[in-house]
């Protein structure tokens, strides 16, 4: 048996999708937004360690994605896990845990990866950067005609989100990835402006490329109703090092594993450009 927890997410759902075919189970705290997962569905929150002995029955492998800033999930759901005797666990972390010195984007996630690390289940971390789904955050801009850019210069190789599903789908479907970490990119290197010029030729009008006026309007372009003072620095702080990283960086992973390139941001674009109106 495979579990998914977070499999009512972007993520989880085309994880689940990946898996058809197998005896997998999805985990949500909501079933009637699983209806449509070909799965079996359970309730629980890994919140909650009362509602996971059941979750965790039977259950060989998982795929562990918390959302939030917190550890309290992770720590709940590596002790439901261990007490079922499950013998692989496939976490989402950030590629932030690899920079010099550590932003507090990746410190957040670095602390989850050493309680995974210390659980005694054989483990496999997935590392992602961007995604590109974030681009949905421009829908209202892009509606008004615009997209504020806070990395200027700065270029990712950001990442279709099904890649990422795909990547973990086959970490749990065979051996040999135990202890490894698995930075994962797209196959593109790209400028904020020039993904807005993608997704421009895609929905077929132009697009201003606007410099954010102060600290704040880049926070109010990712959290519209704010956002608490923590999380708010760790959004300004990550914007900081992305505009000064102008080369930018991306490895070979997601084809080494698929045997496939990375999907496009243009094919992203394409598959999504009806959400922008």
């Known amino acids: 048996m495979l579990l998914v927890t977070g499999a009512t997410g972007n993520i989880g759902r085309d994880l689940v999708r990946e898996l058809a075919g197998t005896d997998v189970r999805a985990l949500t705290r909501d079933p009637a937004r699983a209806a449509d997962l070909r799965a079996e569905v359970v309730a629980g929150d890994l919140e909650d360690p009362s509602t996971l002995p059941a979750v965790f029955a039977g259950v060989e492998r998982f795929f562990l994605l918390t959302p939030g800033l917190g550890t309290s999930g992770v720590a709940n759901a590596l002790a439901a896990a261990r007490e079922a005797g499950v013998r692989h666990v496939v976490h989402l972390s950030s590629s932030n845990v690899l920079g010099h010195p550590m932003p507090m984007m990746g410190r957040w996630h670095h602390e989850r990866e050493?309680?995974?690390?210390?659980?005694?289940?054989?483990?496999?971390?997935?590392?992602?950067?961007?995604?590109?789904?974030?681009?949905?955050?421009?829908?209202?801009?892009?509606?008004?005609?615009?997209?504020?850019?806070?990395?200027?210069?700065?270029?990712?190789?950001?990442?279709?989100?099904?890649?990422?599903?795909?990547?973990?789908?086959?970490?749990?479907?065979?051996?040999?990835?135990?202890?490894?970490?698995?930075?994962?990119?797209?196959?593109?290197?790209?400028?904020?402006?020039?993904?807005?010029?993608?997704?421009?030729?895609?929905?077929?009008?132009?697009?201003?490329?606007?410099?954010?006026?102060?600290p704040e309007e880049i926070v109010r372009s990712r959290f519209p109703a704010g956002a608490p003072p923590a999380l708010a620095e760790a959004l300004l702080e990550t914007a900081a090092l992305m505009r000064a990283d102008v080369e930018g960086s991306r490895t070979d992973t997601v084809s080494r594993l698929l045997g496939r390139e990375p999907r496009t941001f243009a094919a992203w674009c394409e598959r999504n450009a009806a959400a922008f109106g």
Request: hydrophobic share 50%.
């Open 114 to 214: 050493e309680l995974v690390r210390a659980s005694g289940i054989p483990f496999t971390i997935l590392r992602p950067g961007g995604f590109m789904l974030n681009a949905l955050e421009w829908r209202e801009a892009v509606r008004a005609g615009y997209v504020l850019d806070a990395l200027g210069p700065g270029r990712f190789a950001p990442i279709d989100t099904a890649d990422i599903a795909a990547v973990a789908a086959r970490v749990l479907t065979s051996d040999g990835h135990e202890g490894a970490a698995y930075v994962l990119d797209g196959g593109e290197l790209m400028t904020v402006a020039e993904q807005v010029a993608i997704l421009s030729r895609a929905l077929g009008r132009s697009i201003e490329v606007r410099e954010p006026a102060s």
